[in-house]
């Protein structure tokens, strides 16, 4: 979209934005041509919504909800869904103070798994520093967000180490716990534990490759091509869920097959 320049350009000379970046599949080169923009606006309080609502009301013809910061939940921090000449544009904020603290603790191997609407897994702390990383800086008038892509350029080796050993005790763990919900025909927190669990391989089969998990689209996907990955890993893990079925035997099987596969990334991930 040419006019995604001009327009970051204009969200910078808000109060309050700092920098604008394109991220999501636009800024990775996954994405079709129906994909979203998602631009985010990196911020300092005070953050100037009511002149962010005038540019959305300019740029699509017509009133905009654009939220306040937290709008949308405390970590997808609010922003307003637009489209500009029949293009769908997101606008998705992004506090840049939070995110130098999120890339601290990346470097000190901590992370936080918050929950949030929408990401059914939970927002990753670090996948704050995994958008600057793959994100495309289309206005930074400091320099600061250029600075911080440098940087988190470079996967940090503790938060890789910490990642890795969550996996490590966290699938086994919630598989054995799942156990007791097949044993009842509880398909419901059977599927949720088997969810988690593939959830935890896939975020470990990243940071061995020193890769940057976004959110938990296609994540799966991604961790099967990675050269670490088991092989069929996206096949397996995908069909954790078709052989579910709805009896404590289909969920003890399914439960088996969740084994192995955890079994062989975790034997992958200490070669």
Do not use: C, I, W
């Given at each position: 979209m040419e006019r995604l320049a001009e327009i970051a350009s204009r969200l910078a000379e808000v109060d309050g934005v700092v920098g604008v970046c394109l991220g999501g599949s636009r800024a990775t080169g996954s994405h079709g041509p129906d994909s979203d923009f998602d631009l985010g606006l990196y911020y300092r309080p005070p953050l100037d919504t009511p002149?962010?609502?005038?540019?959305?009301?300019?740029?699509t013809g017509g009133p905009v909800e654009v939220t306040e910061p937290g709008g949308w939940g405390p970590w997808v921090d609010g922003g307003g869904w637009l489209t500009v000449d029949g293009h769908r544009v997101d606008w998705i904020y992004r506090d840049l103070d939070r995110v130098h603290r999120v890339w601290r603790d990346c470097l000190a191997g901590r992370f936080e798994i918050g929950m949030q609407p929408g990401h059914p897994l939970g927002v990753y702390s670090h996948s704050y520093a995994g958008?600057?990383?793959?994100?495309?800086?289309?206005?930074?008038?400091?320099?600061?967000?250029?600075?911080?892509?440098?940087?988190?350029?470079?996967?940090?080796?503790?938060?890789?180490e910490a990642l890795m050993d969550n996996a490590r005790w966290e699938a086994p763990f919630i598989l054995a716990a799942a156990r007791k919900g097949a044993a009842r025909g509880d398909v419901f927190y059977v599927s949720g534990c088997l969810f988690r669990a593939v959830g935890l391989l896939a975020q470990a089969l990243h940071a061995h490759a020193r890769r940057w998990v976004l959110n938990e689209?296609?994540?799966?996907?991604?961790?099967?091509?990675?050269?670490?990955?088991?092989?069929?890993?996206?096949?397996?893990?995908?069909?954790?869920?078709?052989?579910?079925?709805?009896?404590?035997?289909?969920?003890t099987a399914a439960l088996d097959d969740a084994d192995r596969l955890v079994a062989d990334v975790l034997t992958r991930l200490d070669r």
């Open positions: 002149a962010l609502r005038l540019l959305a009301a300019e740029l958008e600057v990383a793959v994100g495309q800086v289309l206005a930074d008038p400091g320099g600061e967000l250029r600075d911080l892509r440098e940087l988190t350029r470079h996967y940090p080796e503790p938060l890789r689209k296609g994540a799966v996907l991604a961790a099967g091509e990675l050269a670490v990955a088991p092989a069929d890993f996206a096949g397996r893990a995908h069909g954790l869920f078709a052989a579910l079925g709805t009896t404590p035997e289909t969920l």
